[in-house]
Structures are given as C-alpha cells and as structure tokens.
C-alpha cells in the first residue's frame, strides 16, 4: 500500500517554465489538497477536491491550475514559474475530509524556482 | 477567511521538561482541531479534537479542546529530543483545513 505519492522529489525550474507536480493516492480517497510550506508559514492551502471532477481554490491559488479527473490522481501545474513559487509543495489524502479523518500527507516535492 | 494561531513559534527546553503548545482558530463551521508532527519530510497525525473538554492522549502527548475559547493546547510531559519537530495545529471547516504557522521544538539534552 503506497499511501500518497508525489514526484519529483526535487526540481529546479527556469523562470517562465512550466510543470506538472505529480500526486496519486491509492487509498481510494475522495478529498485530496495540496499546500505549500515556506520557512515559518506552516502550510497554506493552495487548491483542493471533494471528489473526481471537482476541485477549488485555497488560500494562495494564484499561479496554479489543478484537474482530477480520476480518484487516484490529482497534478498540480505551474503556469509560468516565478522566484516566489520556490517552496516545499504537499499532497494529501482523506476518505472524507480532514474534518473527520485528517489527511495523509505525501513526502513532498521541494521546488526551486531560479 | 479562516484563521489559526500558534504560540510560541519556536521553544527550546531541556529533555524531561514538559511543554505546552498553544492553538487558537477561527474557522467557518468549524468540525474539528488535529495536530501534526513534522520531522524531516511530511507531517504524520498526532490528534482529531472534535469535542470540547475531553482530553485525547498518545504516551507522553495529551491534547485538549475549547470551543468556548476557541483554542487547543498540546502537552508533552518528559520531553526527549525526539520530541523535536515542528508541531503544527489544523483548524478543519466543511471542506477545507487551515494550518497555522506551527511551533518549532528543541529539546536539548
């Protein structure tokens, strides 16, 4: 049983690339997140998802697109990086919402943005 | 826009000291509190607090919730310097939770 799976573990983007941070669940879990932790800000929401083919905004959602087509899967894309996007990005998991499970949290993806 | 504070943000303490963690949130509908505990890499699930005055306890970690006073405390008797970690507080709506900015830990020996 795999948990939650993110990928890369590492990336280093140019300013103005753009990317794709994988996150798939195995658990079959219907709501899903992703944050992003900066030194001394905990983890602010950046888009979440209640179920396939439904997603949202989160705190700091400027920047990013999210889809979910599928339970399992759940990508992250960075439009057009920029310096302020360098951060630590987590996904996380919960059968029915962090209200009444907590979530299960990827290994996260560490991305510098040069 | 809900909100969640954590104080202090860092504490350094001798092994064997007991600590205490303090969370306060202001989150629409709020459902429950959870805390974390962050290592090196992901944060793994310390409590779900969804009742007010009944404690939740793990060993040495016990934690407790207000909902009067809107707040959590998280308590950690005889620390150990694996004890060190950032401990960070959910406040956790109809959909969404929101972390405050944690609490930094030591313990030194």
């Known amino acids: 049983n795999a948990g939650v799976t993110q990928t890369p573990k590492f990336q280093v983007l140019k300013t103005g690339q753009s990317m794709t941070l994988q996150c798939a669940q195995d658990m079959n879990h219907e709501y899903m997140s992703w944050y992003r932790q900066d030194p001394g800000m905990g983890l602010r929401l950046i888009h979440y998802?209640?179920?396939?083919?439904?997603?949202d905004q989160g705190e700091v959602p400027n920047g990013y697109n999210v889809s979910r087509s599928t339970t399992e899967d759940f990508p992250l894309r960075l439009l057009s990086a920029a310096p302020s996007q360098t951060s630590v990005y987590f996904c996380?998991?919960?059968?029915?919402?962090?209200?009444?499970?907590?979530?299960?949290f990827g290994s996260g993806t560490r991305l510098t943005v040069v | 826009e809900d909100k969640v504070v954590q104080s202090p943000l860092s504490l350094v303490v001798h092994e064997g000291d007991t600590v205490t963690l303090n969370c306060s949130y202001e989150v629409t509908n709020f459902r429950s509190l959870l805390w974390y505990k962050q290592e090196k890499k992901a944060p793994t699930f310390l409590f779900m607090l969804t009742s007010s005055g009944i404690e939740k306890k793990s060993g040495r970690l016990s934690s407790i919730l207000d909902k009067k006073e809107l707040s959590s405390i998280l308590n950690i008797t005889a620390t150990q310097t694996g004890d060190s970690a950032i401990y960070l507080c959910g406040g956790a709506g109809s959909y969404q939770l929101t972390f405050g900015k944690g609490t930094k830990l030591s313990v030194i020996p």
């Open positions: 996380a998991s919960s059968p029915y919402g962090a209200a009444n499970y907590g979530y299960t």
């Open positions: 998802s209640v179920g396939a083919g439904i997603t």
